[in-house]
């Protein structure tokens, strides 16, 4: 079946440092991949997505490019800030009325 | 524009009793879902509402779990009784499902969550 595999956190790191969570996926058909971001206290925001091989989504300095030869949607950002600090997830959708799979989480510390 | 708003956002019962979560999902959003998370996982779906018919609700374990979607808007998600580990924080999620013909990527929109602790 559908699956995504992201690394496990938690990933603890200093402010203005270089943040990379990874995710890979299997799929039968051809997804949508998504990272969504989970502050304390708080539901799933979409953080961004992208369609299609190659697509990179981009939003708030975070970026991740759609590798289909990888199977793989990583996340990063060049700078990160205390405000980052958050349980990160990557999922995907197969395009058939918007099944969802949701990746385990990365939980995300970032000190000043 | 209001988001997608879940009540009660902390509800705390003794096993065996049972207990109710509300839903309204973004106005226009004709797709509604129900998602249990549980500590340090990520959400995991129960069921599944195009308008009012529920479409996927393989994951909801209906000796105990029930939801209804009356009038294809608002959304209750019952648990009766509940047991220990239904502890959990239970989501619920809105989009607009435009199908697999156009970009394909149907966006959820999460509430808040209700946290469910059973003592």
């Known amino acids: 079946g559908d699956s995504v595999t992201q690394m496990e956190g938690p990933v603890t790191l200093s402010e203005e440092a270089f943040l990379t969570i990874n995710c890979t996926y299997t799929?039968?058909?051809?997804?949508?991949l998504f990272w969504y971001v989970q502050y304390p206290g708080e539901g799933l925001q979409l953080l961004l997505k992208a369609t299609k091989a190659d697509d990179k989504g981009s939003n708030k300095g975070f970026e991740a490019t759609y590798r289909k030869e990888t199977t793989s949607f990583h996340l990063e950002k060049g700078s990160v800030q205390v405000s980052d600090s958050a349980v990160y997830f990557c999922a995907l959708s197969i395009n058939s009325w918007g099944k969802f799979q949701f990746g385990a989480g990365t939980q995300v510390v970032v000190t000043p | 524009e209001a988001g997608v708003v879940q009540s009660p956002r902390y509800k705390i019962i003794e096993k065996k009793q049972p207990v109710a979560f509300w839903c309204n999902p973004i106005?226009?959003?004709?797709?509604l879902y129900w998602y249990r998370q549980n500590l340090g996982q990520g959400p995991e779906l129960l069921i599944r509402y195009e308008n009012e018919e529920a479409v996927d609700d393989s994951q909801l374990p209906k000796d105990r779990f029930s939801a209804e979607r009356l009038k294809g808007v608002d959304s209750t998600l019952k648990i009766q009784p509940a047991e220990l580990g239904d502890s959990a924080v239970y989501l619920c999620?809105?989009?607009?499902?435009?199908?697999?013909?156009?970009?394909?990527?149907?966006?959820?929109?999460f509430g808040a969550g209700s946290r469910l602790t059973v003592l």
């Open positions: 999620a809105s989009s607009l499902d435009q199908g697999g013909k156009l970009s394909g990527a149907n966006v959820l929109t």
């Open positions: 799929a039968t058909g051809y997804p949508s």
């Open positions: 106005s226009g959003h004709n797709t």
